[in-house]
């Protein structure tokens, strides 16, 4: 059972008591917390557009991909990591703070808001891709700033 902010269940003594933790409890500090980030961060919230990372940039970052395991196993971005974006705050541990963090679902929603969640939480490293897993394939993948630079591969 994973406990929650709301009711904690302690069983003692084949008893069961209730102990009843109110979020008023830690609402002001969570608001401050939010404050405290949207006073200090960048007009759109960290995200970056696939175009912005050069082909070689993208081995710098630790891929996420918020979306469902379905989704995953289906198509991802080749690298990146599977956590579901309910899940990035009970698993941050395995979210490194010493290098740059990507993460994407698929239209950019659902990984603003664990975007959010982990910037307020501490991690600045954090970007959003922007339009998610869809215009990343859209616009060329990994090739996406070669095609907007006009650079020619050979």
């Known amino acids: ?20 933790v109110t979020f008023a409890d830690n609402k002001d500090l969570a608001v401050e917390e939010m404050e405290a980030y949207l006073d200090f961060v ?3 919230g960290a995200t970056i557009f696939s175009e912005q990372i050069p082909k070689d940039d993208w081995k710098k970052f630790f891929v996420i991909d918020a ?31 010493d290098k740059p963090v990507l993460i994407y679902c698929n239209t950019g929603t659902l990984s603003a808001q664990a975007g ?3 910037r307020v939480t501490g991690y600045e490293n954090v970007r959003i891709l922007q339009g998610g897993f869809t215009e990343w394939k859209a616009k060329g993948g ?6 907007v630079s006009g650079t020619v591969t050979h």
């Open 42 to 44: 960048d007009y759109g």
């Open 1 to 20: 059972m994973k406990l929650t902010a709301i009711t904690t269940v302690i069983l003692a003594t084949g008893a069961l008591l209730f102990t009843s």
């Open 67 to 97: 979306r469902d395991k379905n989704q995953y196993a289906r198509e991802h971005i080749p690298g990146a990591v599977n956590l579901e974006w309910r899940k990035v705050l009970a698993e941050r541990q395995s979210i490194p703070k």
């Open 116 to 118: 959010f969640a982990l």
């Open 142 to 147: 990994f090739d996406a700033a070669n095609k």
